[in-house]
């Protein structure tokens, strides 16, 4: 059983399109991350849910918007996609600020 | 403010070499430490942890002991293998911050 999902592995698409990365976690965490990972592999922390609640919201455009449906789910939605939006998403999820369990990542190219 | 700094990579040893990558933290509070390991194409997992001053952390080989007075976490393995090829994030966490904290990542590089 997959622990944390994500879906899709892999996102090509153009400048200015609108794309969705879904992620759901089978743990019954309570928190729940997204990540994104440039080409250097350094991590970098967009968002974090807790119970459903936005607790984190790094400087991040405003053009990312994420949305948890209920705990175990917590999709990312990008508009008007750029050529620097091109990386690695991770998910994640934890109970409270204990270890995280990460997916296995969404690598999204804009062309 | 709260923060991780380990070594910048990419470190490369041969089989069977002693690996040490330094963690070093900036924290209020009492932080959990972390060890994560991301193999190629893969995303992160847990290596190992350390949840106060003075516990050892410890998994396939690998060791990291919280030193609260050197503020440090770092990573040793005795003995590398080629497999252990991957980057390896220290992170920490505040409890009562609710913050999760990942340092910049270390490649390592095993040859055989």
């Known amino acids: 059983d997959t622990a944390v999902s994500q879906t899709p592995k892999y996102l090509v698409t153009q400048m200015g399109n609108d794309k969705s990365i879904k992620c759901e976690q089978n743990?019954?965490?309570?928190?729940m991350y997204w990540y994104k990972q440039d080409s250097k592999k350094f991590l970098k922390i967009m968002f974090s849910?807790?119970?459903?609640?936005?607790?984190i919201n790094e400087t991040v455009p405003n053009r990312f918007s994420p949305k948890s449906p209920d705990k175990a789910h917590l999709n990312l939605h990008i508009n008007s996609l750029e050529l620097g939006d091109s990386a690695v998403y991770f998910c994640?999820?934890?109970?409270?600020?204990?270890?995280?369990?990460f997916g296995p990542g969404t690598r999204l190219t804009v062309l | 403010g709260d923060s991780v700094t380990q070594m910048e990579g990419p470190v490369t040893l041969s089989e069977e070499a002693f690996l040490t990558i330094n963690c070093t933290y900036t924290?209020?509070?009492?932080?959990?430490l972390f060890w994560y390991v991301q193999y190629p194409g893969e995303g992160l997992q847990l290596l190992l942890k350390a949840t106060k001053a003075d516990d050892k952390g410890s998994n396939k080989g690998f060791e990291a002991t919280y030193r609260k007075e050197t503020t440090s976490f770092h990573l040793e393995k005795g003995s590398v293998q080629v497999s252990d090829s991957a980057v390896y994030f220290c992170a920490l966490s505040l409890r009562n911050f609710n913050k999760f904290y990942f340092g910049s990542g270390t490649k390592l590089n095993v040859k055989p």
């Open positions: 924290a209020t509070g009492y932080p959990s």
């Open positions: 994640a999820s934890s109970q409270r600020t204990d270890t995280q369990y």
């Open positions: 743990l019954g965490h309570d928190t």
């Open positions: 849910y807790n119970n459903k609640e936005l607790i």
